[in-house]
């Protein structure tokens, strides 16, 4: 990934609930969703009674598969979906399938050209279906079911997702495959680059966002005239099994696209026999790295980030920095791999209110509205067992959360933990035995919290030195010396800089 610098330091506004424009969508009817001509489930009856079925689609036909994998309701461990997992000795379709694709894949630019406008149509239409409110609607609801996070986050997956296909609508997709030329040495000589397709490909998608990163991804590919294989997370794989027969409703070919579900290991079976020309794998480190080795660096990863926020020595709009660190850290449950890991306070903030708002924040977070919900790589007793690991490092101690919540029936498989952070002094944590413990991902609610004086500059910067999952990163300051000093010696895929800097929430002109 390249790296991005983004300054935000526009005039600042309050943070808005949204839940005023987001009212319309709260009370369709049951026969409304009913009525989507692509949709095979409804997102508010799927239950232990009545689950919901997953099913694959190969050389343009949907399949079932000899064996079932039964999906937890996350909030009350219900199995209610049943999706068909593939095993290894079905994967040979599959394999037969990406076979068929040529290495000069679908289109170029000298192969079927037609297709770059056919995607353009394509986009034009899913974009027009995912801004109808019973469309985005049923999405957002359908997201909320397997990978719980509060309405509005839901819903500006769906939102982000409409205008990507809206942005690449008409004659966007040929311009993508826009080409170069550069004079020769003599006449009649030229040089000219070409955006070239790799052929077949595969996707590999996580759970976190079921309908974002596997579209985004998925439809990249499509646009220069790869054929992919998708496989996304089972736990959330419904969202975009329903997401495909859209697109198919919309004029996507059918034979363009296969989706999978199966296991980790079968996955893996099918890269090694298929051998896809490239693989896109978003996900955990530790996949990550076998999968580099077992496909021979023909893979492009992002993966695990312990992201970092860096607050300057000049203290304005505590409110609005108390607010930011609360969506950062704990929206969708801390559950994003862009989620405020860490927080380095100047000592200027931490004489203000700044934690006391923090922690008033977290405390409004609820599990009835979702702003804080189940965590599907952790469970409770693995994130306790962190913290109390934390605290035992002299001079730490709990700022707030640490409890696990209350009243709820969320199986013991997952996580259910109340909005946590810890202090610990930055001299602890530069020390070499508590370094690697400290900067842990733990994907949930939780984040380290510790201050610096100005002459301790220097140690934070050693400390951002020293980690490794450069993903995301804030430098929260107006101060132009400030600013330069840190962004000059850091590194990361994204940094966003100035008073509005935040580590999520990728604005729209990323792409």
Excluded at 104 to 111: S, T, Y
Excluded at 256 to 285: Q, Y
Excluded at 342 to 357: A, P
Aim: charged content about 20%; proline content about 6%; hydrophobic content about 40%.
């Amino acid at each position: 990934m390249g790296s991005r610098l983004l300054f935000r330091q526009a005039r600042i506004g309050g943070p808005r609930n949204g839940r005023s424009w987001l009212s319309s969508f709260h009370h369709l009817s049951s026969r409304s969703l009913h009525s989507l001509p692509f949709a095979t489930v409804n997102a508010e009856e799927i239950s232990g009674s009545r689950p919901a079925e997953v099913e694959n689609f190969v050389q343009g036909n949907w399949t079932k598969s000899k064996n079932s994998n039964e999906i937890l309701d996350p909030l009350n461990g219900e199995p209610f979906i049943k999706v068909a997992e593939v095993d290894e000795t079905e994967i040979q379709p599959f394999v037969e399938s990406l076979s068929k694709c040529p290495k000069h894949g679908l289109h170029n630019p000298f192969k079927a050209p037609e297709r770059y406008l056919l995607y353009g149509d394509i986009s034009a239409k899913a974009a027009h279906m995912l801004a109808q409110p019973k469309v985005s609607d049923f999405f957002t609801r359908l997201i909320q079911r397997v990978a719980p996070k509060s309405y509005q986050q839901a819903f500006g997956e769906v939102y982000v997702t409409q205008k990507f296909l809206e942005n690449f609508s008409g004659d966007q997709v040929r311009f993508l495959a826009r080409s170069f030329g550069v004079p020769g040495n003599h006449l009649g000589q030229q040089s000219h680059g070409f955006r070239w397709p790799y052929g077949p490909v595969a996707i590999i998608t996580p759970f976190n966002f079921p309908l974002e990163i596997p579209v985004l991804q998925l439809m990249g590919a499509l646009y220069m005239g790869n054929k992919p294989v998708v496989k996304v997370d089972s736990k959330v794989s419904i969202v975009m099994e329903q997401m495909m027969r859209l697109l198919h409703h919309c004029g996507l070919p059918v034979e363009d696209v296969d989706f999978i579900n199966s296991d980790g290991k079968t996955m893996n079976r099918l890269l090694l026999e298929a051998n896809p020309r490239m693989t896109l794998f978003t996900g955990s480190s530790r996949v990550a790295e076998k999968l580099a080795t077992d496909l021979k660096g023909q893979i492009k990863l992002e993966d695990a980030g312990f992201d970092w926020k860096v607050l300057g020595p000049d203290v304005q709009e505590v409110d609005y920095v108390a607010w930011v660190c609360d969506q950062d850290a704990y929206a969708c449950s801390g559950q994003k791999c862009s989620a405020q890991s860490i927080l380095f306070m100047h000592e200027n903030w931490s004489k203000s209110s700044l934690i006391s708002k923090m922690r008033n924040l977290a405390e409004r977070r609820k599990l009835e509205d979702l702003t804080i919900g189940p965590v599907l790589t952790f469970t409770t007793g693995q994130m306790l067992d962190h913290m109390s690991s934390l605290l035992c490092i002299p001079g730490s101690k709990l700022l707030f959360g640490g409890e696990p919540l209350e009243n709820h029936s969320i199986p013991h498989i997952y996580g259910a933990l109340k909005p946590t952070a810890v202090y610990v002094p930055i001299d602890e944590i530069l020390k070499e035995e508590n370094f690697e413990l400290v900067t842990r991902e733990i994907f949930g609610p939780f984040q380290i919290v510790t201050e610096y004086k100005d002459d301790q500059l220097p140690k934070i910067l050693d400390a951002l030195e020293r980690m490794h999952a450069h993903l995301t990163a804030a430098v929260v300051s107006n101060d132009p010396l400030f600013l330069q000093e840190v962004i000059g010696k850091t590194v990361n895929g994204t940094t966003y800089a100035g008073l509005r800097a935040r580590t999520t929430g990728a604005p729209q002109n990323h792409w």
